[in-house]
């Protein structure tokens, strides 16, 4: 085994002690059930830690991430983790986070090429096309950022357009889309005001949160 890997494993010792000192029982109480209020779509980009961000502990937060925190409708990975959430878990809250900076966003804006994720961006692609004639009106070193808000956004609306949800929401079920950017630059959280709790409520959120964004680059370009 290498010196990088052993190093890991003596972290996680380390680690494994001190949370057993701070919390007797922790990993018992684990074991019993997981109880998250929240899941959290994410970037699987390693600077976005998503338990840290928020300083919850496990168990407290139902995590997916993949590349550019996408939401698509005939991924069965992303979708199976939103029903078990959901149907399962029982959490009230699912938040879609991007992040400044976004590889795959940048990829998406640039046309660059990257490999087989090519096709996986292709669907970032899509809401750059749908919103490149706003998006041609910003400064170049703005575009890509706007493009991970407005990919929130966008992905944010999958969610709450995916049958898991519009079917908890049919029965009662308490269940809140939101749609957040995180900093890479100053470590802070965002709300792009894309908060969603009911079928009613779908177009007039992603239309607010589309008028955030947009209001927020169109004044860095004066």
Same mark, same amino acid.
């Given at each position: ?53 928020? %300083?919850? @502990?496990?168990? #407290?937060?139902? !995590? ?6 996408? $939401? &698509?409708?005939?991924? *069965? =990975? ?57 998006? %041609?009106? @910003?400064?170049? #070193?703005?575009? !890509? ?6 990919? $929130? &956004?966008?992905?944010? *609306? =999958? ?64």
């Amino acid at each position: 085994m290498t010196k990088q890997l052993t190093e890991l494993l003596e972290n996680n010792l380390t680690w494994a002690k001190k949370m057993e000192s701070q919390r007797p029982g922790f990993f018992t109480n684990l074991l019993a059930l997981q109880t998250p209020q929240y899941l959290w779509i994410g970037c699987a980009d390693s600077r976005v830690p998503a338990n840290e961000l928020v %300083d919850l @502990l496990p168990g #407290e937060l139902f !995590v997916h991430r993949n590349v550019a925190n996408l $939401v &698509v409708h005939s991924d *069965l =990975n992303c979708l199976s983790v939103i029903e078990f959430a959901t149907d399962v878990l029982k959490v009230k809250h699912i938040i879609v986070v991007g992040h400044s900076n976004c590889g795959g966003v940048a990829a998406a804006m640039n046309d660059r090429r990257v490999g087989l994720a090519d096709n996986w961006i292709r669907h970032v692609k899509d809401v750059r096309s749908r919103h490149s004639a706003w998006l %041609d009106t @910003l400064k170049l #070193e703005h575009r !890509v950022n706007a493009l991970c808000e407005l990919n $929130v &956004v966008e992905q944010a *609306l =999958n969610v709450c357009q995916t049958t898991i949800v519009e079917d908890a929401w049919q029965r009662g079920q308490e269940v809140v889309v939101h749609g957040w950017v995180y900093g890479l630059d100053n470590g802070l959280l965002k709300d792009l005001s894309m908060t969603v709790a009911s079928i009613d409520e779908v177009i007039p959120a992603y239309d607010r949160a589309m008028g955030v964004v947009r209001a927020r680059y169109e004044a860095l370009r004066a």
